[in-house]
Structures are given as C-alpha cells and as structure tokens.
C-alpha cells in the first residue's frame, strides 16, 4: 500500500479512537460555538470520507471560532493527510501540549506517536543570506523570515515555495524552489544590487511670450503734440506777418505806379515805362502776399488743433473732436476754411 494511503488510513483510525463520543464538547456557548460544532462535525464526516481538502478548511474555522483540544487534534490529522507534512506536524505540537492541559491522555498519546512517526520524513528549506545589506529583509510565501532562522534547515511543505530579498535602496531579487517530500532543498540569496534611480525625463520650457512694448504714457504723447502744435503754429503766425509785409509793398508800389502815371495817364515815355514797372512788381508782391496769407493761416489753424486736441489738454477728451481743414479760393483772394464737430 502506497504511503500516502497508509498515513491517510491511520489518521481516519487515530480520529475515530480520539474523536469518538468527545466532539459535542465545546469550550465555549453561544452564536460562535454553535457555528464551530456545526463546522466541526461537517469536518468529522467530510474526513470520514477521505475528502481531506474539503474537510480541513471546516476545521480551521471551526478551531478559529471556538479553539478546542481536539478540533485541533482533527486538524493536524486532516493536514497529516493532505501530504502538507510540516503544518501537521506544527498542529500536533500544539495539540499535544492541549491535551496536556486539559488532562487528555489519549489524545496526548495520539499526538506524540504522529510526532514521532513525522520528524524523520519531514522536507526541510534552508535559506541562506550573502552579505545581507542594512534592513534587509527575507520572506518565504510572504511569511517573513528571520535573520535568526536563516541558515537553519526549517521543516516546509513539501510543493513549490517563493523567497524575495529586499533591502532599502537594493534592488528586490526573488527565486523559486519546489521542495520534494521528504528531502531537504536549500536557497541562496546573493548580494543585493543597487536600485538604479530613474532619470528624470526633461520637461520642454514653453516658448517665451514676447509682448510688445507698452505705448508711452498719455502724458509724453501730449507734451509731444504740444511742442509741435507750437512749432506749426509759430510757422503759420510767421506766414501771416510776411503776408503783411509783402501787402504792405504791394500798396507801396501801386502808389508809385499812380504818382508815375496820375489817372492812369503817363506824361510821358519815362513815367509809363516807370508806372508799368511800378505796376507790375505791384501784382507780383499782391500775389505773393495772398500766397503767404494761404499758408500762414493754414499752419496756424493746424498748429492750434494739434495744440488743443493733445492728451492732457484741459477740456479736450481724446476721441471727442474731429477737425477738417481746407484752403478757400475766392475771387481775387483766398482764405482757410476750419471746420470741426464735437
């Protein structure tokens, strides 16, 4: 017969001298207890018919509900015979010292024979540390193991089994090692490596915002304007007085023509020759008057309106004056039209 049969038949044999008449005995009463019987005597018949995966998880809840001497006794007998060596032969070490304590010679006689007939086929993992670094830590199936317990061949399942290193600023390593019955295995942990810090990936600046020039104050364009208003003015005013001046020649000279040649009759050929001279440069300097008169006033009237429509001028809002300027021509003369609205 095939030893896994053998070990599952003597546990069926060993439940049913220890277990027979004690299992309605529970420590304690209430809402868990009832539950914990219920899953108990569920875990009793699922072993009896050798359904030991379905039979364990009953008895580890029942044992966590509402822990008993011999719930604990069925669970390492259900562990026995699932193969998971090591976890039964932990559950019978504690079963024995509650048989101990409660005063249970046949389940404590139970225990001690599985113990005995465990600790020589038990599968044993060693883990060994190489030059651990600061605040490393090992675990095994994530239980932690300790720096004492390493190098020491530790009973396991037997089955397959996952060790991890970490330490700070190392690089996590981990391994798997499946572990044959009734063998012993052995894992390595070599030295952690450095963790590589990671590069940080440059962020590209946005492009600059370029924001044009702010326009000069108010007051700076007006005090521009100003000036200029005075200097096209004072151009217009000096317009005007060579107007008059040259008007004034103008008279002048149609006097001497008159004197020259009194009621436009000339005496003689010299007094026409002098009074048509006379005439002449007369008309030559009335034209150049008028001309002058044009322009003066122009400049002046455009001087003015540059001067009282500059920001900061008192009365004047910007916007609120639209100025029309234009030479005016009549009949023998001429003259500047000025025009605006407000």
């Known amino acids: 017969m095939p030893r896994r049969s053998t070990r599952r038949t003597l546990a069926g044999l060993t439940l049913a001298l220890v277990l027979a008449g004690s299992g309605a005995a529970r420590a304690q009463s209430g809402p868990d207890a009832a539950g914990a019987q219920a899953l108990f005597e569920q875990g009793k018949a699922l072993m009896a018919a050798g359904k030991y995966d379905e039979a364990c998880p009953k008895l580890e809840d029942s044992q966590r509900l509402d822990p008993g001497g011999g719930t604990l006794l069925a669970l390492a007998l259900c562990h026995e015979a699932e193969g998971r060596t090591a976890t039964a032969w932990a559950d019978f070490n504690l079963a024995l010292s509650a048989a101990r304590k409660d005063g249970r010679a046949d389940r404590e006689k139970a225990a001690q024979e599985h113990i005995h007939a465990l600790e020589p086929v038990l599968s044993r993992l060693t883990i060994t540390v190489a030059r651990p670094a600061a605040d490393q830590r090992v675990t095994r199936d994530g239980t932690i193991v300790g720096a004492a317990e390493w190098g020491t061949p530790l009973p396991l399942d037997p089955g397959a089994h996952r060790v991890e290193a970490v330490a700070p600023g190392k690089t996590t390593w981990s391994t798997s090692v499946s572990v044959p019955p009734q063998a012993s295995a052995e894992v390595q942990v070599p030295p952690l490596e450095d963790a590589v810090a990671a590069?940080?990936?440059?962020?590209?600046?946005?492009p600059p915002v370029?924001?044009?020039?702010?326009?000069?104050?108010?007051?700076?364009?007006?005090?521009?304007?100003?000036?200029?208003?005075?200097v096209v003015g004072g151009a217009g005013v000096a317009g005007l007085a060579a107007g008059a001046v040259l008007g004034l020649e103008s008279l002048s000279h149609w006097s001497a023509a008159k004197n020259a040649c009194p009621s436009l009759i000339c005496p003689t050929t010299a007094a026409s020759t002098t009074g048509q001279q006379a005439s002449n440069d007369a008309k030559t300097t009335a034209d150049m008057s008028t001309v002058a008169f044009i322009a003066g006033g122009v400049l002046l009237a455009t001087g003015a309106v540059i001067f009282f429509t500059a920001p900061g001028r008192s009365g004047t809002r910007e916007g609120a004056a639209a100025w029309q300027l234009a030479p005016l021509v009549v009949r023998d003369g001429g003259g500047l039209a000025l025009g605006g609205a407000l």
């Open 199 to 206: 590069v940080p990936v440059p962020v590209p600046l946005p």
């Open 210 to 230: 370029v924001h044009p020039p702010p326009p000069p104050p108010a007051e700076s364009r007006g005090g521009t304007q100003v000036v200029l208003g005075l």
